[in-house]
């Protein structure tokens, strides 16, 4: 029995450890596209961007960003996602296939939905921020009016008859 709680006492020691380097170097999502061949991450590292954002046009430098959202168990779950700017406001967007349920089909998406408290990434700054559903369908309409034009199948609010691009407003903190 002093065998196996020695074991046990080391394996918890040595996952303490673990999470430890991971929560000081960061461990970023791989892959710079989302989708397939992304795969999700832990915390993000960078330097904290203290000043809140008002105007985000500075990231059309950037392909894409990664959010870091809050799990229920308390380690942190990042992916990376794409963005749309409109009129300097960031939108974060989340593309859903057809049947898949929002919000459970995306664990990030769900975590969001429980508590909208994220961390954004763009180049190497992080900023704390706040992430709210667009519902509104005069907004949705203004933010992807002109890649509606191209697949107007974005405008759907529902995936019953395809993907859903779903929004998510962010303000800072």
């Known amino acids: 029995m002093r065998t196996l709680a020695k074991i046990v006492g080391a394996i918890v020691a040595c996952l303490v450890l673990l999470l430890v380097v991971l929560r000081i170097t960061g461990f ?3 892959g710079n596209t989302p ?3 992304n795969y999700p991450g832990l915390w993000l590292s960078g330097t904290v961007v203290k000043t809140p954002v008002s105007d985000w046009s500075f990231v059309t ?8 959202t809050r799990t ?3 380690i942190p779950h990042s992916v990376t996602t794409g963005y749309i700017l409109h009129d300097g406001q960031l939108y974060i967007t989340s593309m859903f296939a057809k049947g898949v349920p929002f919000p459970q089909g995306k ?3 769900k975590n969001v939905m429980r508590d909208p408290h994220v961390r954004l990434k763009f180049g190497d ?3 704390d921020c706040t992430l709210s559903p667009v519902t509104s369908a005069d907004e949705r309409a203004a933010v992807l009016g002109p890649r ?10 529902d995936s019953t008859n395809g993907p859903v691009m779903h929004l ?3 303000m800072s903190d």
């Open 168 to 170: 998510f407003h962010v």
């Open 35 to 37: 989708g397939p061949g």
């Open 148 to 157: 509606a034009k191209q697949n107007p199948q974005l405008l759907a609010s």
């Open 72 to 74: 229920w168990y308390g």
């Open 61 to 68: 430098q950037y392909k894409w960003d990664k959010v870091q």
């Open 107 to 109: 664990s990030w998406v």
């Open 28 to 30: 970023n999502p791989i």
């Open 125 to 127: 700054n992080l900023y």
